[in-house]
């Protein structure tokens, strides 16, 4: 109902009596006239063509001639008619969306800056192509009912573990799919970077640093029957800090290693606990820039400074690290580029393009910068400023 303004004088809370009952009719009328949604047998009849013919000029064009389609078309935008989306997608079999699965609920996946620069890449080749994106997350904790409920064309499923129930769901669903960060498959296509190879460069860099005594601030996995994937991201960039602390004689003992949700809060955290617990490294290994930029704070927050007292080496390459004080030293991966290929790799499905699964590693660097430096043979607090 349409409740019009009490003219002035009218007592609040009572309907002001209306003197030109004739003019209401009238008013009704246009508002009805306003609200009212075209219809396609409205475009039909204006068009002089069948609501099949209608149906094509927006969903299949080329079966009517050109002039007819452009025609129903001028005469639907006259109209303000625009076809009914869950319509136009029962009637084409496709949503022209694509989901992005992840495993964690959304409000931590926002929290960590890595996963707004991954969908940076994922809309920009989305969009160009057409597509919407549906984020998939757990719904009321089951990401099985999450996934159950999504329309979508395809998925890109973000850090999920190959044998994941949900990975199989959407298998047996018949939905083209593109593993990212995850343990491969050989009938799918995927998207990760060489973790291992990159977590050997940050241990490395604080090895010839002189640095002996370390903490590694792990990322946690996405839950999984029977543990940790054993090729998981965390897994494989565990693997890599410690092939090089063990190339250099230095034993990672598992008290060293922390785990946390990838954001500065969980970082913060981690080192806290590692401290609190008298752990004195010298040298932090972060799994994310996050988790890095959180283990400064704390740091700071005990009296050290960095890198004087604690050298601290991420992995990601955000913005938030190159602004941080002082600016992080980490691991770039091409976070954007890598949304980017998942989505490229997805349309090709889509577009019937594809040929066999395509298994895509990209590289990681060492960046260094202001938060790294020669190893504190006594790291000591200093008064908190």
């Not at 890109?156 to 190959?162: C, D, N, T």
């Not at 940050?202 to 543990?227: D, K, N, W, Y």
Request: glycine letters at 10%.
């Amino acid at each position: 109902m349409i409740h019009a303004a009490a003219p002035e004088g009218a007592r609040p809370g009572r309907t002001a009596r209306r003197s030109r009952p004739a003019d209401r009719e009238g008013v009704d009328d246009r508002v009805t006239e306003q609200v009212r949604r075209p219809t396609i047998s409205d475009v039909a009849a204006a068009a002089g063509v069948s609501k099949t013919a209608v149906s094509f000029a927006f969903n299949q064009p080329d079966r009517l001639a050109h002039d007819t389609a452009t025609r129903i078309r001028t005469v639907a935008d006259g109209l303000g008619y625009r076809p009914h989306p869950v319509a136009r997608m029962l009637t084409q079999g496709r949503t022209r969306t694509i989901g992005i699965l992840t495993p964690q609920v959304l409000a931590i996946v926002f929290e960590n800056p890595y996963f707004g620069m991954f969908n940076v890449g994922v809309a920009v080749a989305a969009d160009a192509a057409g597509y919407a994106l549906h984020f998939i997350s757990p719904l009321q904790g089951s990401l099985a009912r999450a996934v159950g409920r999504a329309t979508v064309d395809g998925v890109v499923a973000v850090g999920l573990s190959a044998d994941h129930p949900e990975v199989e769901q959407i298998r047996r669903a018949g939905l083209p799919m593109v593993l990212v960060d995850s343990s491969a498959l050989p009938d799918q296509p995927s998207v990760e970077v060489d973790d291992e190879g990159g977590a050997r460069l940050a241990a490395e860099h604080l090895v010839a640093l002189g640095h002996r005594e370390f903490a590694v601030l792990s990322i946690a996995p996405p839950e999984r029957v029977g543990g940790e994937d054993p090729d998981g991201v965390p897994a494989r960039r565990l693997r890599g800090y410690r092939s090089a602390l063990a190339a250099a004689g230095i034993v990672l003992g598992d008290e060293a290693i922390i785990t946390s949700d990838a954001t500065i809060a969980g970082g913060a955290a981690s080192f806290a606990e590692a401290w609190d617990s008298g752990l004195r490294p010298t040298a932090v290994l972060a799994m994310s820039d996050a988790t890095a930029v959180g283990a400064m704070r704390a740091a700071r927050d005990r009296g050290l400074r960095v890198p004087d007292d604690v050298s601290v080496v991420g992995f990601d390459d955000v913005d938030l690290g190159r602004f941080a004080d002082p600016a992080l030293t980490t691991i770039h991966q091409p976070i954007v580029r890598k949304g980017g290929e998942a989505v490229r790799l997805l349309l090709a499905i889509l577009a019937g393009e594809a040929g066999a699964p395509t298994h895509e590693i990209l590289a990681t660097r060492l960046v260094v910068r202001a938060s790294t430096g020669p190893a504190s043979h006594h790291p000591h607090p200093h008064p908190v400023d």
